[in-house]
């Protein structure tokens, strides 16, 4: 940024003797030259020759800085004694102290000092917050070894009831057991016919309990032919 501005101004400036300046800790693209160590005062030329850079130059030069801030900093710089310019170059304080005055400077640190002190206001938060976190966590430890144990037994007595009951009502099951009150009915009239042969029974009484028998064995046969071919078809 300031090559440019250096530059130009050598051609204006009376020879002096050769000096020795302290060794700059500035960067190549701010340092000038060799040939134009010696800066002299501004010139109406020198604002033509700010604004053009050769190639090679604008290469190696940082693009970090917009015209229009650059343009401010030369406009700070360009009533400055040649003394003063070159104690910029030579002194770090009096430089940071230069830097520091500008604007774009002071306001990136103002961001930065709010930005830390939000920063730091929001670890101080969640410092606060932590005991009420550690007690929170000791509640849901609690709950889940007392309360969440017996919900979950019972849940698992419910699911097994459900199984059971599942189990108990389905198809394949009822068919069965209606196969097996079939087959009960079937004994108990083999059994009832076996006490009429043997006379362990009157006529009258072997009738009335057969029919009912016959009535009650046929109604579950029909029963489960029906939910038999329900299910298979």
Request: glycine residues 2%.
């Amino acid at each position: 940024m300031f090559k440019s501005f250096w530059g130009s101004q050598e051609q204006q400036a009376q020879p002096r003797p050769q000096e020795n300046p302290a060794q700059s800790w500035y960067p190549p693209s701010v340092v000038s030259s060799p040939n134009s160590s010696r800066p002299s005062t501004p010139s109406s030329s020198s604002s033509t020759s700010l604004n053009v850079q050769r190639p090679s130059e604008r290469s190696q030069s940082p693009s970090h800085v917009s015209p229009a801030e650059a343009a401010g900093i030369i406009a700070l710089l360009k009533d400055r004694s040649v003394d003063e310019l070159r104690k910029l170059l030579s002194d770090k304080d009096a430089y940071n102290q230069f830097l520091l005055s500008l604007d774009q400077v002071k306001i990136q640190n103002n961001l930065r000092n709010e930005l830390r002190q939000e920063t730091l206001q929001l670890a101080r938060e969640n410092l606060e917050k932590e005991p009420r976190i550690v007690e929170l966590r000791n509640q849901c430890r609690i709950i889940r070894t007392t309360e969440l144990a017996a919900a979950q037994e019972k849940l698992n007595e419910l699911e097994r009831q459900k199984e059971d009951t599942l189990r108990f009502y389905s198809p394949s099951t009822l068919l069965q057991r209606l196969q097996d009150a079939m087959n009960k009915t079937e004994e108990e009239s083999e059994t009832l016919q076996r006490q009429l042969l043997e006379r362990e029974i009157d006529l009258g009484v072997f009738v009335q309990k057969y029919r009912k028998l016959r009535t009650t064995y046929h109604r579950r046969a029909l029963t489960h032919l029906a939910a038999k071919t329900s299910t298979s078809g």
